[in-house]
């Protein structure tokens, strides 16, 4: 127990600057979906069409610079700081070519979003929203890979600072451009987008510059940022980054397919998920935070040689993810009528939203769960096999009793949370086992 608390207590110090920072990226959601709210409702359910397709693209990119904090850390862990410095430049590379195929992507299926069986009029109202937050992929992966890289060197202020400072840009330049301030003319949804864009790219920016500028990163950053590339090193990255893609893939995939069947449901039910989905998203942050630290200690853990130390990490962040979790499911069964009221007027979207916390706060112990245990996985650079399991939780059986509860059944938007829960529960226990048995002491 005294390792546990001890690992816990060096996990915290690591994860508290990324929780914020990892909150701070949410409150940009959250604060898009208050503002885009207070427009109406067929708005804010564009946006969660919208932003839950992006998302599908968005979260490849992600999962492809999980490399960079994975082998950054071990490099750090075994005193390699040059090395360090060319996972992030190679993982530069890869984030700035995936966002140019992403593009090209979303403008694809702009010119097709009416095939998702929307209703029409939230299909009128997304497109310019959709190809401005599209625009923005280069700078958030981009920012992505540099913060990855700076938190695995030990600095998460950092990123913390950078995140909090977007997020007030952001809300400023939504008030200008949603609501028509400062000589704006009211843009609604698209200034969303614009307020969007301009932040990330924001982000990127200072975060570049920092990382040029501060002596302290000195022996780490690239020495030559333009040097050929190693294939070997891009190999590698893709081994772990490509499963680790499809594993986010697979959960973020099942959450958007969820979306597009509430859209099925009609325009309150879609902004209702758009409001429960930002709620839970926010205190997921925290728990993300957590096992973004756990997995950057278990891969540096690894790097020096203490694989006796894994279980300690795990169990020490999985005890604090639990505990936060029960507090906000706490908050979303006793105010979660009042949390929804924040969000929009429309009494209808309010009552339902209502009803779908109860569920989120349900499923809140099992999500802080099993990110934890998926993180940890990764940092041990374990991705083929967590995808599999996380492919059969979300696609073999939450989207499936999805589909059966919420549309063939008739239980509706509940019926579609609820399932999405089971699947939640199913990963957590799958990747959990897993870790355990991979870190089992030998005999």
């Known amino acids: 127990m005294h390792a546990i608390i001890k690992e816990a207590r060096a996990t915290l110090v690591l994860a508290v600057p990324i929780m914020i920072g990892q909150l701070s990226q949410m409150l940009m959601g959250l604060t898009d979906t208050v503002m885009i709210g ?16 992006f998302n599908v693209l968005f979260i490849i990119g992600i999962g492809l610079l999980v490399p960079v904090s994975v082998f950054a850390s071990r490099s750090r862990g075994a005193g390699k700081h040059d090395e360090a410095g060319e996972y992030l430049r190679h993982g530069l590379l890869l984030g700035f070519v995936t966002s140019l195929i992403e593009t090209v992507l979303i403008i694809y299926i702009s010119r097709h979003l009416a095939s998702f069986g929307q ?5 009128a109202s997304v497109n310019p929203f959709f190809l401005l937050i599209g625009a923005s992929l280069l700078p958030a992966f981009a920012y992505t890979a540099q913060r990855q890289f700076v938190e695995s060197m030990g600095r998460p202020w950092v990123g913390t600072v950078i995140s909090v400072a977007s997020v007030l840009l952001n809300v400023l330049l939504n008030w200008v451009f949603i609501f028509g301030h400062w ?5 609604g949804l698209t200034g969303a987008g614009i ?50 893609a499809g594993g986010l893939l697979f959960e973020v995939g099942a959450f958007g397919a969820a979306t597009v069947m509430m859209g099925w449901l009609g325009a309150v039910p879609l902004a209702a998920h758009q409001v429960a989905i930002t709620c839970a998203g926010l205190t997921f942050m925290v728990a993300l935070g957590l096992a973004m630290a756990i997995g950057m200690r278990t891969s540096a853990a690894v790097g020096a040689g203490e694989t006796g130390r894994l279980r300690s990490i795990w169990f020490g962040g ?13 908050v979303f069964l006793v105010w979660g009528r009042w949390v929804a009221s924040l969000f929009i007027g429309d009494l209808a979207v309010i009552a339902l939203s209502t009803r779908l916390l109860v569920v989120a706060g349900i499923f809140q112990l099992f999500d802080g769960n099993q990110v934890i245990n998926a993180s940890a996985l990764r940092g041990m650079t374990d991705v083929r096999v967590p995808a599999i399991l996380t492919f059969v939780a979300y696609w073999v059986v939450a989207l499936p009793l999805a589909y059966l509860f919420g549309i063939r059944w008739g239980f509706g938007p509940t019926g579609i949370w609820v399932a999405l829960a089971l699947g939640l529960g199913v990963a957590s226990i799958l990747l959990g086992l897993r870790f355990l048995r991979l870190t089992r002491p030998a005999p």
């Not at 209703?119 to 299909?123: G, I, L, S, Y």
């Not at 000589?183 to 843009?187: A, C, E, T, V, W």
């Open 195 to 244: 307020a969007t864009l301009t932040a990330r790219t924001f982000s990127c920016f200072v975060m570049a510059f920092w990382l040029r500028s501060d002596p302290v990163m000195h022996s780490a950053r690239p020495k030559r940022w333009f040097a050929p590339f190693s294939g070997a090193r891009i190999w590698r990255m893709l081994h772990v980054g490509l499963p680790a």
């Open 119 to 123: 209703p029409p009029e939230v299909v």
């Open 318 to 330: 999985a005890g604090m993810a639990a505990s936060m979790a029960f507090l906000m499911t706490v």
């Open 38 to 53: 207070r427009t109406g409702t067929v708005p804010l359910a564009a946006s969660s069409f919208g932003s839950s397709v």
């Open 183 to 187: 000589g704006s003319p009211p843009l």
